[in-house]
């Protein structure tokens, strides 16, 4: 298993339009459109958890998310795990990837919205919050000291 970076591999690309989460297919919308850093902020980031080329596990890193708030920034978004794959932490995998490359990106915090109760505290997140996201749900913000 390798963390890679989706540089529009067409292997990735087919999971996020076949899966049944509807998040990957909007992503895979957003990827097809050319629309990822209108709506997450440039540079944004998919890091991908493969084996061979099956996806395992994904999630972004960008500038923005679900929650407007410029003061709160970078996220991590759109964490999911393939359904043959969970329970082996393989998102915190890619979680850790993230964090990482945050903290080395000189940023103090990153942030994480979900509507997941009981999840990212395991990973030593700090639940901030209940805010309406820009879909007028309910999200719970989450933050994780990179320091």
Not at 11 to 37: Q, R, T
Request: overall charge negative.
């Amino acid at each position: 298993m390798e963390i890679i970076e989706f540089e529009n591999q067409q292997f990735i690309l087919d999971y996020f339009n076949d899966c049944s989460w509807g998040a990957a297919k909007f992503l895979y919308k957003l990827i097809i459109d050319n629309k990822v850093e209108e709506v997450l902020g440039e540079n944004t980031r998919i890091i991908v958890l493969v084996n061979n080329n099956e996806v395992i596990s994904f999630a972004t890193y960008a500038k923005r998310d679900c929650i407007l708030d410029d003061n709160l920034y970078p996220w991590i978004g759109f964490v999911y795990t393939d359904k043959n794959h969970r329970g082996n932490r393989y998102s915190q995998m890619v979680i850790n990837h993230i964090i990482d490359r945050a903290r080395n990106d000189g940023y103090s915090n990153i942030y994480l919205a979900t509507d997941h109760i009981d999840f990212y505290e395991k990973y030593n997140f700090e639940y901030i919050e209940d805010r309406l996201d820009i879909y007028n749900e309910v999200s719970r913000i989450y933050k994780f000291d990179l320091k």
